[in-house]
């Protein structure tokens, strides 16, 4: 009974350099959101995936890109990290598009030096 | 565009006591209204979900309210304990599925 999670949990990266947040959930939700929370703000929207192989811009999407290619994965990948970049990431999911509530894995606390 | 606010940004209380968190938002044309906890350097917990046709919810010592046109909900909390201590946060779920959150309310319960 896992529901979403996320890996790592902690990352440092230098300036430039990529990587890729993983996200998975167990749940065969539909539904599935990256936000980011930067300290003392709270969360932004950054994707969102209504399916697999459907996604769509957030808020706040440039610097990130993502992928659906399974109903159970979310990856997040970063190019070319830059300080502003810094934050706290959050994936979730849900069954039926915001109507009954979100499930959000435990974050991914990132810093770009 | 959905803009959540919530008041106070900090509050201390006494153990014991009886309070209050606010939560408004812009737009009423909302499915739901959600109030998370989160704990220091951890993940959201979902507290209570009130649908839009919904007055309010409750969760033992939790009573959450939603006003959708006047676009205000609140968050009481009975007989505040010390481990009650965490961030707690408003969001709003609108049409695209997506939410909306606000800052959060930084809640302090000294024994």
């Known amino acids: 009974n896992a529901g979403v999670t996320q890996t790592p949990k902690f990352r440092i990266l230098k300036i430039g350099q990529s990587m890729t947040l993983q996200c998975t959930q167990d749940m065969n939700h539909n539904y599935m959101y990256w936000y980011r929370q930067d300290p003392g703000m709270g969360l932004k929207l950054i994707y969102y995936s209504v399916g697999a192989g459907i996604t769509d811009k957030g808020e706040v999407p440039n610097g990130y890109n993502v992928s659906r290619s399974t109903t159970e994965d979310f990856p997040l990948r970063l190019e070319l990290a830059a300080p502003s970049q810094t934050s706290v990431y959050f994936c979730a999911s849900d069954r039926t598009g915001g109507i009954y509530g979100y499930t959000f894995g435990s974050g991914t606390r990132l810093t770009v030096v | 565009k959905q803009e959540v606010t919530q008041i106070p940004a900090a509050l201390s209380v006494p153990e014991g006591e009886n309070l209050v968190l606010n939560c408004s938002f812009t737009?009423?044309?909302?499915?739901?209204l959600q109030w998370f906890r989160q704990d220091p350097g951890k993940g959201l917990t979902s507290l209570l979900l009130?649908?839009?046709?919904?007055r309010e919810q409750t969760s033992g010592r939790l009573n959450a309210s939603l006003d959708k046109s006047s676009g205000r909900s609140t968050l009481y909390i009975a007989a505040s304990q010390p481990g009650d201590s965490a961030t707690y946060l408003c969001?709003?779920?609108?049409?695209?599925?997506?939410?909306?959150f606000g800052e959060g309310t930084q809640l302090t319960v000294n024994p």
């Open positions: 969001a709003v779920s609108t049409s695209g599925s997506r939410l909306t």
């Open positions: 737009d009423s044309a909302i499915y739901n």
């Open positions: 009130i649908q839009s046709s919904q």
